[in-house]
């Protein structure tokens, strides 16, 4: 039996970057998840995207819960008001922690640091390690060139998840949730680890 969604982690940039549109998304995104009684996960930034969808999901009332680095909250970039801050050592940590909180994923824009959770994730998809659905919240096409590039490494036989049918890739925060909560674009999740592969 499928376990209903509690816990969203969001990957998001620590600026709000070029376009309006990409911090409305992050608001949209946070007030949803909480009031859809959802708890967000998130980096535990105060700035840029991670301070807006954090802010929008306490202002709704939500539960939130953000992770960050002991060098990151000595650099005063932590977001004091959330409903719980963990702090760990490294990013690896930090990966780690926000995936094992969470019961899916989604990516707003954001930039080396947000792309680095992404792919981490989708590898350990494809690797087994977890089943938990991913969505690229393609706010104004940001994700466009994403797939494209996922195109072309499906082409060149790097890749062994279909991102095209296991990957939510959608504009709209309610249909991604939707879709998230019935396990992804086709309803199922990524499969299930195998025990006897290595």
């Known amino acids: 039996m499928k376990k209903p969604l509690g816990a969203i982690c969001v990957f998001c940039g620590a600026s709000h970057g070029?376009?309006?549109?990409?911090?409305?998304?992050?608001?949209?995104?946070g007030r949803t998840i909480a009031k859809q009684g959802l708890t967000l996960v998130y980096g535990g930034g105060r700035a840029g995207l991670m301070g807006a969808v954090a802010d929008a999901a306490l202002g709704a009332g939500g539960r939130v819960v953000g992770v960050i680095t002991k060098l990151l909250e000595s650099r005063e970039l932590a977001h004091t008001g959330i409903s719980e801050l963990r702090v760990v050592e490294s990013m690896h940590e930090r990966k780690m922690m926000m995936a094992e909180l969470a019961d899916a994923?989604?990516?707003?824009?954001?930039?080396?640091?947000?792309?680095?959770?992404?792919?981490?994730?989708?590898a350990w998809a494809q690797l087994g390690i977890h089943s938990?659905?991913?969505?690229?919240?393609?706010?104004?096409?940001?994700?466009?060139p994403v797939m494209v590039f996922l195109?072309?490494?499906?082409r060149e036989k790097f890749l062994r998840l279909n991102h095209r049918t296991e990957v939510?890739?959608?504009?709209?925060?309610?249909r991604m949730l939707e879709?998230?909560?019935?396990?992804?674009?086709?309803?199922?999740?990524?499969?299930?680890?195998?025990?006897?592969r290595g």
Request: charged share 20%; glycine share 12%; hydrophobic share 40%.
């Open 168 to 174: 939510v890739f959608e504009a709209s925060v309610d």
């Open 105 to 122: 994923f989604i990516a707003l824009p954001g930039g080396l640091g947000t792309l680095d959770e992404l792919f981490e994730i989708l």
């Open 151 to 154: 195109d072309q490494v499906e």
């Open 179 to 196: 879709r998230l909560s019935r396990g992804g674009p086709s309803g199922a999740r990524f499969p299930a680890p195998d025990p006897h």
């Open 18 to 29: 070029a376009r309006p549109e990409y911090p409305a998304a992050a608001f949209e995104l």
């Open 132 to 144: 938990k659905p991913v969505g690229l919240l393609n706010t104004a096409g940001y994700y466009d």
